[in-house]
């Protein structure tokens, strides 16, 4: 599938700011089953973008803002294709051994109730892969996917498993957490899904930001987790950053106001149409 | 418990050489001269504002350490040996940090468990593959000493982060000076005022590029900050700008500082802030006193941060226990200086013994600092005992024992005479790019309470000047 | 020298000079209000007093209309409560905090006078004090400003350090002299048709009192107390400290010298020089002539604008 992804985010500050620091984490890399046809960044401002690769392998860029300013917008755009890999990641850049990922985090805490949780769906025989498919069965049952933004809350893995609703951010936060208590490597991944291009080219959608999990079994590697939708990774999807949460794969960081994001990934067959917007806003 | 050794008076009575001198003097000084000399040194200490915060206390900003005016004293043989276990101990600490980030050749070899890296809160992800300048990372550590009798000399703790204390060294030493000129004409002292000096020429061999005068500076989380009189101190000793977060940015991945003649580059930053605190961007994105985008420039080369950031992952007291197999990975070398022997209650044997031997044990939190949240046994009643038990039990991974030991006594002033303390002894070792550096002595404290262990000046630890005698 | 710290140094000085623009305020208030009343009409002191140190909004917020002002609230209000960013108190903790957070670039002596003089304060009790023990207040405050003037004054280096230290106390000191004209200005115009009653010497006298001039006054022009010469002491004659003209004097040399060791000038220089011309050029007669009020407006807004140049071009 050849998906085009657009990504606007806008970071608000103080009137009058300057020289605002910004990381934007916004350059998907190539690995099997996703490639990267073409990508750019534009910003609303003069800056020297230089690019580093983070501790996670993940392309980011860090730069100043000088202003005096009271925003700062930035655009990725690009095109991508991928193809279906039933879930199963290959030559994705990886930096750490697996069992990094079996640490916890803030938004990741295995806090009583999770891992009651997570010893609800603990398989009596040693196979990693039907404990990870349970996991994902169950918590697809227990909590069920909310509409909005991909971190619109309830966002850490305690608070979406008491709500029993939750963002995509959320679920994958929770399928981490509960996881990694299982003993099992598990990460949180950024990216993007895009509808099929309905074949009489209405109602498409547009495409969304969204957060999964990927976790580790041994003979297969890394393998995709979507709870929310109850599935493995496809080729309506294009993985941007990969992290142990969604503070790690953060779009954009800075120390400013509210941030506005919207996205729009569409199949490039689908015909042009206005993107509606997809909002968020973090505090 | 075994009787303490004391390091002036040995168990047949008579002196040991090194404390004839003092002895003789202290049984020469009247009583009331000493008192006198004692209130003078409150009076010099509150003046010039040498005073900490404990945490948790209220309306207690400003609190002066007490401080014993009977100086420690310790041979050059002695220093000699400690001064090369010491360098040897930071030398390991170094290469294991540097190899936990890069190549983990330690992890591989199993001579440290992977979950003793990787679930570290001390252990920081986002350092991974990152070459720091000069592949150095704690330029700064403060060796926790304690001795037994007079040959052994044990590591405690290594401090790994931002180690404090190093005012007092310096204040104590002036002090005394100023209080008893007398004594030091009888004895040959080594001097510890080039602390400084060695401190400056440490950081500036730091400095990430050769070709400019570098620039230093001190950042501290400001005047709230428990040790913020000894971070205006030290940037008052160096000549170098004591620096908040907001008085530096980053632009194209270079540290500025605003000053009034408009942007300066810093090269080499001598924090006193906790990692969590030092990048919104890439820590704890509510901290205001860091710098954003200093991460950034650090992962650029642009920058010296001492300590390297993340070399936590080398000081709790459960990596501690694998630091004489670290030191003999590494340098091929037995340790010099040996550890306390050490239980991990994470393994399920160690936990074992430990349960079954709480009473003569002294049990501390892994990551806990300033004798919080540890147990001695020997000093508990039963109730406490089993209260900590259940901690313990509840968490064995968090938790690590070791035999109580006999600390050594020094000679000390109470209210009625002198009498023997408990103490310790942190000497603070400098590794820059060009040598180690040491300066003779550190920071000796000392238990004020009749049979304490506890020596941190938040339970009410006092502190000593050391000498290492020169000849 | 890095921004902060000179801008420490910059607020330090002001708030020690605020306080003592208060204390001296509050001292003119409490002699007037038991001068027996031999001018009519409603004028209140104790409201002018409000006006003057220029917090009258927080006022009327916690304590209602300005002209039933109460003496025990005007003086809690201006001398000790927390909830004005401005009181002689919260002068007193701010200064403290700058002075510890820039300790290295302080003498010792004035740490001392900074931090003794917090530490007494904490002595004066937290009720409405009584007239003497609010006289002995206000003398402490005083004290203490000229304890630290003098100390900076004697021990100081003479850098960039004492230049903006000297800087903000004469910005604030103008400010203050502005403010003092600004709220009485009209018992100094020659017409007296326009407020209610007779206006005499004790509120020409007052004013003097309030910048510590009565006797200055009567040395510089050998005269009995008259209005327009009180103006012109306070505004043009360079011989008086507290005069608009003799701070643009010392402010304008300070901005110079931090100029030349920079070896770079800048619009603080430029405009401390203008006001600095405008001072020197004029006529007292010439000011009457073309508003009192007017002229005072303007030279308390563009007092301001220095303060912000300052602060864009060295203190951030």
């Not at chain 1, 729009?264 to 149409?273: E, I």
């Not at chain 2, 040959?151 to 030493?173: C, H, I, K, Q, W």
């Not at chain 2, 500076?217 to 913020?228: E, H, Q, R, V």
Request: glycine share 6%; charged share 25%.
């Amino acid at each position: 599938m050849r998906i085009r992804i657009r990504h606007e985010i806008t970071q608000r500050f103080e009137p009058g700011s300057r020289n605002m620091a910004v990381t934007v984490r916004l350059t998907p890399r190539s690995h099997e089953g996703q490639f990267i046809l073409r990508w750019a960044l534009d910003l609303n401002s003069d800056c020297r973008l230089a690019a580093q690769e983070d501790a996670f392998g993940n392309l980011c860029h860090t730069f100043s803002v000088d202003g005096p300013t009271d925003h700062l917008s930035v655009v990725a755009e690009g095109e991508v294709e991928t193809q279906d890999t039933t879930g199963i990641m290959h030559g994705t850049v990886e930096r750490f051994p697996p069992s990094l990922f079996l640490r916890q985090t803030d938004l990741t805490e295995a806090t009583p109730a999770v891992v009651a949780f997570a010893e609800s769906v603990k398989l009596t025989e040693d196979d990693p892969l039907g404990q990870l498919h349970a996991l994902m069965v169950a918590l697809h049952d227990k909590v069920e996917e909310q509409d909005g933004p991909a971190l619109g809350g309830p966002l850490t893995a305690n608070a979406a498993l008491q709500a029993g609703k939750a963002c995509s951010g959320g679920i994958a936060h929770l399928f981490t957490a509960a996881a990694r208590h299982l003993g099992l490597p598990a990460r949180h991944i950024s990216g993007y899904l895009a509808p099929d291009a309905p074949e009489d080219g209405e109602n498409a959608g547009v495409g969304t930001a969204r957060h999964w999990a990927e976790a580790y079994a041994p003979k297969f590697g890394w393998i995709s987790f979507d709870a929310g939708r109850n599935l493995c990774g496809t080729e309506h999807y294009v993985r941007l950053a990969v992290a142990l949460d969604a503070m790690g794969v953060a779009p954009l960081r800075s120390t400013g106001l509210e941030v506005e994001e919207a996205v729009s990934a569409l199949d490039s067959r689908a015909p042009q149409k206005v993107a509606q917007a997809q909002s968020q806003v973090q505090s | 418990m075994p009787h303490a050794f004391d390091e002036m008076s040995s168990a047949d009575g008579s002196v040991r050489p090194a404390y004839e001198t003092l002895q003789r003097w202290l049984a020469s000084v009247p009583q009331d001269v000493l008192d006198h000399r004692r209130k003078e040194a409150e009076f010099i200490f509150r003046r010039i504002g040498i005073t900490f915060a404990v945490y948790g206390e209220q309306n207690s900003q400003e609190r002066l350490i007490p401080f014993d005016m009977v100086p420690r004293i310790i041979t050059k043989d002695e220093w000699a040996t400690l001064s090369k276990g010491l360098e040897q101990r930071v030398k390991a600490l170094n290469m294991y940090i540097r190899d936990v980030y890069t190549k983990r050749e330690v992890l591989k070899a199993g001579v440290v468990p992977e979950n003793l890296v990787y679930q570290n809160p001390a252990f920081r992800p986002e350092m991974n593959g990152q070459r720091v300048p000069h592949d150095l990372y704690v330029h700064i550590a403060g060796i926790d000493i304690v001795r037994t009798d007079p040959d052994t000399f044990y590591v405690l703790e290594d401090n790994a982060r931002t180690p404090s204390g190093v005012s007092y060294m310096l204040e104590n030493r002036e002090i005394m000076l100023r209080l008893f000129p007398e004594l030091f004409s009888m004895h040959k002292v080594a001097p510890v005022d080039k602390y400084g000096d060695d401190l400056l020429a440490t950081l500036r061999s730091l400095a990430p590029h050769g070709g400019h005068e570098p620039n230093v500076a001190i950042l501290t989380p400001g005047i709230y900050n428990s040790a913020y009189y000894e971070h205006s101190f030290l940037a008052d000793k160096l000549g170098v700008d004591l620096v908040e977060g907001r008085d530096l940015f980053v632009k194209d991945d270079v540290v500025y500082m605003r000053t009034t003649e408009g942007p300066k580059r810093v090269d080499v930053i001598y924090r006193r802030l906790d990692d969590d605190f030092l990048d919104p961007l890439m820590f704890r994105r509510d901290s205001q006193l860091g710098v954003p985008g200093l991460m950034s420039a650090y992962r650029a080369g642009n920058v010296t941060l001492t300590n390297a950031v993340g070399t936590g992952v080398a000081d709790d007291k459960a990596v501690y226990s694998y630091m004489p197999d670290i030191i003999r990975f590494y340098l091929g070398e037995e340790p010099l200086l040996p550890n306390v022997p050490t239980w991990r209650c994470r393994e399920p044997d160690h936990l074992k013994y430990v349960l079954e031997h709480l009473p003569e044990l002294v049990v501390k939190e892994v990551h806990g600092s300033g004798g919080y949240g540890m147990l001695v046994g020997p000093a508990s009643d039963k109730a406490q005992i089993e209260k900590f038990r259940a901690k313990l039990v509840a968490d064995p991974a968090n938790f690590i024992a070791q035999p109580t030991l006999a600390l050594s006594t020094c000679p000390t002033m109470v209210e009625k005479g002198v009498a023997p303390r408990h103490v310790d002894l942190r000497p603070f070792i400098l590794s820059g790019s060009d040598k180690v550096r040491i300066v003779p002595g550190g920071l000796t404290r000392v238990a004020m309470k009749e049979g304490s262990l506890v020596v941190n000046s938040s339970q009410g630890g006092g502190t000593k000047d050391t000498w290492v005698l020169d000849a | 020298m890095l921004s902060r710290t000179a801008d420490n140094l910059y607020w330090l000085t002001r708030y020690v000079e605020r306080a003592d623009c208060l204390a001296r305020i509050l001292d003119v208030s409490q002699r007037l209000s038991y001068t027996p009343v031999t001018y009519g009409g409603s004028t209140n002191e104790w409201a002018s007093a409000v006006l003057t140190a220029g917090c009258e909004d927080e006022f009327i917020a916690r304590y209602g209309p300005l002209e039933d002002a109460k003496e025990e609230d005007v003086v809690s209000f201006l001398a000790f409560s927390p909830e004005n960013s401005s009181s002689i108190r919260n002068c007193f903790e701010v200064a403290r905090t700058n002075a510890r957070s820039v300790r290295t670039a302080l003498t010792s002596e004035m740490w001392d006078v900074i931090n003794s003089a917090w530490i007494e304060l904490q002595s004066f009790p937290n009720r409405a004090l009584t007239r003497d023990e609010l006289s002995r207040f206000l003398a402490f405050v005083k004290e203490t400003s000229l304890r630290f003037d003098g100390a900076t004054f004697r021990t100081m280096l003479r850098n960039d350090g004492y230049w903006f230290a000297r800087s903000g106390a004469q910005l604030e000191r103008a400010d203050n002299t502005a403010r003092i004209l600004d709220v009485k200005y009209h018992v100094l115009l020659p017409e007296k048709e326009h407020v209610g009653g007779p206006l005499d010497y004790f509120q020409w006298a007052s004013i003097l009192r309030s910048v510590s001039a009565l006797t200055a006054f009567h040395w510089v022009y050998r005269d009995s107390v008259k209005p327009w010469l009180v103006a012109d002491l306070l505004i043009l004659n360079r011989q008086m400290p507290r005069s608009l003209a003799a701070c643009y004097e010392q402010l304008a040399r300070n901005l110079d010298d931090i100029a030349s060791a920079y070896g770079r000038q800048g619009p603080s220089q430029r405009l401390a020089r203008s006001m600095q011309a405008r001072l020197t050029n004029r006529t007292i007669d010439d000011i009457f002539q073309h508003g009192l009020h007017e002229f005072i407006s303007e030279f308390i807004s563009d007092n301001n604008k220095l303060g912000a140049e300052i602060t864009e071009q060295y203190l951030t």
